[in-house]
């Protein structure tokens, strides 16, 4: 063999070793752009293929091997498994499942049709026209475009959890309180599933009412909001009261309160749905399209009772401060958002998983909360699991949640909310809610 | 110090321990699915640090007392819900008063003063001064789509503010027990009565700027009381027994009506009341109870940022206002055109470094302006320039400041109220939480001052106190 020859044969054995080493260089070509997924031209990648076989499909991420999957965990998630968080690789399902046919069908007729003021207000080809539903953007270009998703496109018209319970978790693990509430919202506006259709007459320019009331502990039973939102809150913004059933008054609160904790607990008003603030004086920018481990849409083993009582089969990490929770891959836009005034948050990092495959709740999947001086302060993630069909309608699968966990990373102190949501469901209506029935619920 | 009463109330506590026993792990008790019940046991104390009471009584020497305050509280409340429509609600007190066994300051006195057989329509079992047992609110509510209807026994307050009854007068208060020092300010002490409260929410009205509106009423059809003092020997005794029979107002009616909405980020109420008097005027012989005229309005509005501050206007007009006639001769009744009105600002600011809770800071100016004062009087005594005599007006401002720390486990009220006419109250306290059941929380109360007229919040100083409560609630 002439010297030609062996040299291109030790290159060739050379880029073979190299390939082996490097497993993304040989597998690189199986896993599917992102652009693709979205498209229903290929299926998300799973973990086993991302990581090239190191975590399998049906394993474990913990502190050991978290480094595995590092880039495919928010900032938050990453530091609460390297403190012992463990994450089980989960069952993902189809996105014909995950939410009703007849929000996807009105998504897809009127694709192309939002548009958006310098405000973040969704109308639908013209300024003023109320947008119907669906989701306004369902490929996302812009930090806005993700946060109108999920102002404007939610896949459901009202819901209701009755109870949430908060449980508060110390540095130990150990639950050392509780809190039930009972939550209440009804959509006015971009409504699809439940007569009326589109806008309430007489309510257009009102997006959500909602009602938050105490249940329990008996000191603070009966304190509650009624709050509204409306369709532009830049020219209408927030009407909100509190009931406080310890003087039996009603007050007039004002919007900051969106900025305080519930009930003493590690997550405040705003991160109800992942991101509840007006968001039209904040910064929003996208950042990038990742694939990310979001929880399982399905899940296999209830995390909790029918009356709130943590299921005993259910397993925890360092005594209750993680539910070992199903994991699965999806494709997610990730948004930063920084605030144009002075709020208890220096930054949020949103993320959004992309269209299809999103939750029927909410349109975020997880926040890395900063404090003000830019240091990671909290890990915000709603758990999923809820799958269902409404009114048992194979037409109309919902993805809804199950709870919600609010680790302070600085504390050590978290919050993990449980509760079973119904979505769309006809036991509240665009009567239920007002400052009347605020009292009603009230001591 | 008299130890020997913990034997006799032994049951008491054995009853509430067996309480305590099975709802240990427990927050509201479910019987069944639809009955729960829910309550509480407390114990409080309240250590007397002003001067002795002056007010005319029977007490047992010239020292003050040590004990304003010394009382075991359990009560429960049964909740019966058996579907979205229909809920029925009982409000259940035991209570056991320890304050003149304890203190040697003190003659026994009547603790209860309603407990008598007069007072059958509220429910009380017994007619002792030192044990209550009592039913003190019975109610069912009914949501019927747009009406809603609660008749029973209640409590109805209109009104949002703070530390001054301006639109909430329809109950009369028993300041018998602690004046108006609890924390929870009239929750405990508002006396519930037999009405019917009906609402209706009006639909089909609402356009961009007008929503919520609605129609709301009361009918007590005759179950009026009066306010009630402490008794004679009271630690909180404020007027002299009288021997004047009572032309009392049971089986008269009150009622009262209001328009409520929201116009905008305007929202607010217009409402009328028909009411008697809380406070007894002697005339002729009797003891009576005139009746009042109340035309009222509130308005709240939130000004958005920067400010972040909401606004709240309440205000009433009575032109029957009653009072005495300051002119020499038998005590009279006068009525007189008083106005009442106040503005809160309210505002919920970060202010620790890390801001993780807010602190609610509340702002409150009030004023009485009470047209002819130089004819009136507030007691059947002879005018007296200083004691007795009615000002044209009053200006009275109030700030509360409340912060909770450590996930609400801990909280710190700051409350001080000033009579610009020159007396002050100060009211600092601190609350602490220990997981579902265990409250702690003590108080000062602090009033001083230049003005003691006796309608005056000067005038309380004597009944300066630090009181302490623990709570174990299920």
Known sequence: ?443 | MKIQFWVTRTWLFVLSLAFLGVTEAMAEVKLTDNLAVAGYLRQELAVHTGEKNPTPGPWTTAERNSLNLSRTFFQTEWMYNPNDTFKVFSKVKMLYDQTAALDDKLNDYNAFPLATPRYGGYLRATNDNNIDVEMSELYADASLGNLWLRLGKQQIVWGELIAARILDQINPLDLSWHLTFEPEEFENIRMAQWALRARYNVTGVTTSWLDDIYLEGFLNPGDIAPTVTGAPGSPFQLAPASAAPIKDRRSDMEYGFRLGGRIGQVAGTLNYLNLYSDSGFLESGFTTYPNTELYGISLNYALPKPFNTTLTYEATYSHDEPYYDSAPGAPRIRLAHTLKQAILFGQSAFILPQPISAMSIQFQYSETQIWDHNRLKTTPAPLTNGVNNVSADQHVLALILSQDLLHNNLNLYFQVVYDLAGAQLIKPGIKVRQGNHWIYDIYGVAIGGSETRSSRLGYLSWANEIFGRITYQF
Not at chain 1, 89 to 96: C, H, K, R, S, W
Not at chain 1, 114 to 125: C, R, T
């Open chain 1, 1 to 443: 063999m002439d010297n030609h020859k062996i040299r291109d044969l030790i290159m060739v054995l050379f880029a073979f070793l190299f390939a082996l080493l490097s497993p993304r260089a040989l597998l690189g070509a199986n896993i599917p752009s992102i652009a693709d997924v979205v498209e229903g031209k290929a299926s998300p990648p799973t973990i086993e293929d991302l990581t090239g076989g190191k975590v399998k499909n049906n394993g474990l991420v913990d502190k050991n091997n978290v480094e595995l999957v590092k880039n495919y965990l928010t900032a938050s998630m990453y530091e609460s498994v390297k403190r012992g968080m463990v994450l089980k690789m989960g069952t993902q399902l189809p996105p014909d499942q995950l939410n009703p046919k007849v929000f996807r069908d009105i998504t897809e007729k009127n694709r192309g049709k939002a548009i958006i003021d310098k405000n973040g207000v969704v109308y639908y080809e013209k300024m003023g026209t109320l947008w119907p539903g669906g989701r306004p953007f369902p490929v996302v270009k812009s930090g806005v475009e993700a946060m109108a998703n999920s102002t404007f496109g939610k896949p459901w018209d009202t819901y209701m959890i009755d109870p949430a319970r908060l449980c508060y978790i110390n540095s130990k693990g150990e639950i050392y309180k509780t809190v039930d509430q009972t939550f209440m919202y009804v959509k006015y506006t971009t409504r699809t599933m439940i007569p009326p259709l589109g806008a309430v007459p007489g309510s257009e320019n009102v997006l959500v009412k909602r009602i938050a009331v105490a249940a329990e502990p008996r000191e603070i039973k009966g304190l509650g909001q009624f709050t509204v939102r409306y369709y532009d809150p830049a020219k209408q913004y927030d009407t909100g009261f509190a009931y406080l059933p310890a003087f039996k008054r009603t007050i007039r609160i004002s919007a900051t309160t969106w900025q305080d904790n519930i009930a003493g607990s590690d997550a405040i008003y705003g991160d109800g749905d992942g991101f509840n603030e007006p968001y039209y004086d904040w910064n929003l920018k996208l950042i990038e399209k990742k694939f990310l481990l979001v929880p399982e849409p399905k899940m296999s083993v209830r995390l909790t009772d029918q009356k709130m009582n943590i299921n005993k089969d259910f397993q925890f990490d360092v005594g209750k401060k993680y539910p070992r929770l199903g994991w699965v891959i999806w494709p997610v836009d990730v948004v930063e958002a920084i605030p144009n005034y002075k709020n208890v948050y220096g930054k949020r990092v949103l993320y959004f998983p992309c269209w299809p495959y999103s939750y029927s709740y909410s349109a975020i999947a997880a926040v890395d909360i900063y404090d003000r001086q830019m240091k990671l302060w909290k890990n915000f993630f709603f758990i999923y699991g809820g799958h269902e069909y409404l009114n048992g309608d194979r037409d109309k699968p919902q993805t809804s949640s199950v709870g919600a966990l609010t680790v302070d990373l600085q504390s050590e102190h978290r919050t993990l909310m449980l509760y079973t949501q119904l979505l769309n469901t006809n036991k509240i209506g665009t009567d239920s809610l007002s400052l009347g029935k605020l009292i009603e619920m009230g001591r």
